[in-house]
């Protein structure tokens, strides 16, 4: 975490409040990558985006590691306002979920189960070599759980 905040409590109180905005404007899900060997990957993801930066700054500012963005992105679309996003993936993903879960609410079952993913996904070793059938079956039943946490459907996944 950033060393810049100091103090337990306000570090708590920032903690409360980007677990509070990440229930509301956040994401959690298990991306899934096709590879040309036809084994596919997985891994863990979390998003926050919003139309004000500086909350989403808050997330770079406390989470703040190589694989993470801070993205602004501007919409075609004149009647959307442009938004910034953070995003971090794999550990970065899981350190934050693992720092965020007291705080949050809405999403704590999502994170809960992501995180359980990640530990054992991580106990599998490599990432690059083929996965047994029943593997890549676990993977994809616990991406199909968060998915249903969300309220969203995998049909089309």
């Excluded at 409360?16 to 990440?22: H, I, P, Q, T, W």
């Excluded at 770079?60 to 971090?88: D, G, T, V």
Aim: aromatic letters at 12%; charged letters at 30%.
């Amino acid at each position: 975490m950033h060393k810049a905040i100091r103090g337990k409590r306000t570090l708590q109180l920032n903690l409360a409040y980007l677990g509070g905005f990440f229930d509301g404007e956040g994401s959690v899900f298990i991306g899934r990558l096709k590879r040309p060997s036809g084994n596919p990957s997985y891994r863990i993801n979390v998003s926050c985006a919003g139309t004000v930066k500086e909350p989403i700054e808050m997330y770079r500012k406390l989470f703040s590691k190589s694989r993470q963005e801070l993205i602004f992105r501007s919409k075609k679309n004149p009647k959307y306002k442009p938004y910034w996003m953070w995003m971090a993936t794999g550990h970065l993903a899981a350190e934050f979920l693992r720092i965020i879960l007291p705080y949050l609410v809405i999403k704590k079952e999502q994170a809960r189960l992501a995180l359980e993913f990640y530990e054992w996904r991580e106990s599998l070793g490599k990432t690059g070599i083929p996965r047994k059938s029943s593997e890549v079956q676990r993977m994809e039943q616990y991406r199909k759980r968060i998915h249903e946490l969300k309220g969203m459907s995998s049909r089309n996944d």
